[in-house]
């Protein structure tokens, strides 16, 4: 059998999991090591709705069996697990290691879950878990895994039997608390999408939210063709606060002078754009609010990251197709490799005038420093 290889992040990095950063982050390590040295490590915790002919709410929950090494026989979400570790690991592929352990323990396939929305991020003790929320339809059949789990009492509980369930001593805590959020709000406005902002739509005006580090001409791209499209484009500079970092190297004045200056080379009108510093708070449930505390109105966001998308989108905030160009090449951590490696592509990558400020700053030798550092 193979070795399970789980996806690990150092307990200082935890907060960066808040912010959408993943792969930057994490690292592999076999299951019994990163457990026998107590390493964090990410897994996944799914709760599946669904709704009755009548319109009540179903609850599947899992009674976990008899033998497994750790609570057995309570009562749980409806299916957990490790992530595997792979490069380039984002939401998505995380949300693909929610459902690949749903089907392992109730035999639900991928294709049976209507939707999928993340809920939350959690840590428990050296565990750090992505809680999914996922609809299914009222006459999915179920197949427990014996092995896994209690057939007999893993199944969908309407709610006042769920409730009552919450009340009995053998239900892990985690769960249990989740359960009792999830019941106490209105299941069907988990999975509807409605504004609750203040956005008049039809005001031409967009949002954007780049990193920046530095702007490159996929960044160009994409700003251009936002404003083929709308009157005005409001840009965020995220993770504002970081700067002098391996991931962050340019500090939030450095990035708004990129933008500003590829801008101005363009004969964009500064009329048409204002740039906002966006700092991390390391709070996925309050980001999307502290960010339009920020920026004021919009009327729709424009964003290539899957974590962005999917917070925004949670929010009932109109989320616009993905607008990209050559991903791999134009961007930033590619970029900033080819720097270290003293590869002159990146100045193909780069506009003129950025590539000359960045030259202006040192930008090249502090990225190799950090490097070197790191």
Same mark, same amino acid.
């Given at each position: 059998?193979d070795?399970?290889?789980?996806?690990?992040?150092?307990?200082?990095?935890k907060?960066?999991?808040?912010?959408?950063?993943i792969?930057?982050?994490?690292?592999p390590?076999?299951?019994?090591?990163?457990?026998?040295k107590n390493?964090?490590h990410?897994?996944?915790?799914?709760?599946?709705?669904?709704?009755?002919p009548?319109?009540?709410?179903?609850?599947?929950?899992?009674?976990?069996?008899?033998s497994k090494?750790?609570?057995?026989e309570?009562?749980?979400?409806?299916s957990?697990?490790h992530?595997n570790?792979?490069k380039?690991?984002d939401?998505?592929?995380?949300?693909?290691?929610a459902?690949?352990?749903?089907?392992?323990?109730f035999?639900i396939p991928?294709?049976?879950?209507q939707?999928?929305?993340?809920?939350?991020?959690?840590?428990?003790?050296n565990?750090?878990?992505y809680i999914?929320l996922?609809?299914?339809?009222?006459?999915?059949?179920?197949?427990?895994?014996?092995?896994?789990?209690?057939?007999?009492?893993?199944?969908?509980?309407?709610?006042?039997?769920?409730k009552?369930?919450?009340?009995i001593?053998e239900?892990i805590?985690y769960?249990k608390?989740?359960? *009792?959020?999830i019941?106490n709000?209105?299941?069907?406005?988990? #999975?509807? &999408? @409605? $504004? !609750?902002?203040?956005?008049?739509?039809?005001?031409?005006?967009a949002?954007?939210?780049?990193?920046?580090?530095p702007l490159?001409?996929?960044?160009?791209?994409?700003?251009?063709?936002?404003?083929?499209?709308?009157?005005?484009?409001k840009?965020?500079i995220g993770s504002?606060?970081?700067?002098h970092?391996?991931?962050?190297?340019?500090?939030s004045d450095e990035r708004k002078k990129?933008?500003?200056?590829?801008?101005?080379k363009r004969?964009?009108?500064s009329m048409?754009?204002k740039?906002?510093?966006?700092p991390?708070?390391?709070?996925?449930?309050r980001?999307?609010?502290?960010?339009?505390?920020?920026v004021?109105?919009?009327?729709?966001?424009?964003?290539n990251?899957?974590?962005v998308?999917e917070?925004?989108?949670? *929010?009932?905030i109109?989320?616009?197709?993905k607008?990209s160009? #050559?991903k &791999? @090449? $134009? !961007?930033?951590?590619n970029i900033?490799?080819l720097?270290?490696?003293?590869?002159?592509?990146?100045k193909?990558?780069?506009?003129?005038?950025?590539?000359?400020l960045?030259?202006?700053?040192?930008?090249?030798?502090?990225?190799?420093?950090l490097y070197e550092?790191d």
């Open positions: 059998m070795k399970e290889i789980l996806a690990c992040i150092a307990r200082e990095n907060k960066f999991l808040q912010s959408g950063q792969s930057k982050y994490i690292f390590m076999e299951r019994t090591e990163a457990h026998k390493i964090c990410l897994i996944t915790r799914f709760f599946i709705l669904s709704i009755a009548d319109d009540s709410i179903l609850y599947l929950v899992q009674k976990r069996g008899k090494k750790d609570f057995p309570y009562f749980t979400d409806s957990s697990g992530v570790w792979s380039n690991l939401l998505d592929k995380i949300k693909k290691n459902l690949r352990e749903l089907e392992e323990e035999g991928p294709k049976d879950v939707k999928v929305r993340i809920y939350d991020i959690n840590t428990e003790d565990e750090i878990a999914f996922g609809l299914v339809d009222n006459n999915i059949r179920l197949k427990p895994d014996p092995k896994e789990l209690d057939v007999k009492f893993s199944k969908f509980y309407n709610k006042a039997e769920l009552k369930l919450l009340e001593e239900c805590d769960s608390t989740i359960w *009792k959020n019941l709000t209105d299941a069907f406005s988990l #999975f509807k &999408k @409605k $504004f !609750n902002y203040p956005i008049e739509e039809g005001n031409g005006i949002l954007f939210i780049g990193r920046f580090q490159h001409h996929g960044h160009i791209f994409i700003l251009n063709n936002i404003l083929k499209l709308k009157k005005k484009v840009i965020g504002s606060q970081l700067s970092t391996l991931n962050d190297p340019f500090t990129f933008i500003n200056l590829a801008l101005e004969n964009i009108s048409r754009y740039i906002y510093n966006i991390d708070i390391f709070n996925a449930k980001w999307v609010d502290h960010v339009i505390s920020i004021g109105e919009f009327d729709t966001i424009y964003s990251s899957d974590w998308r917070l925004f989108s949670n *929010k009932g109109k989320v616009e197709r607008i160009i #050559f &791999k @090449k $134009f !961007n930033g951590n900033r490799n720097i270290v490696k003293s590869d002159k592509k990146w193909s990558l780069v506009p003129k005038e950025v590539v000359e960045i030259e202006e700053i040192n930008g090249i030798e502090r990225i190799k420093s550092k």
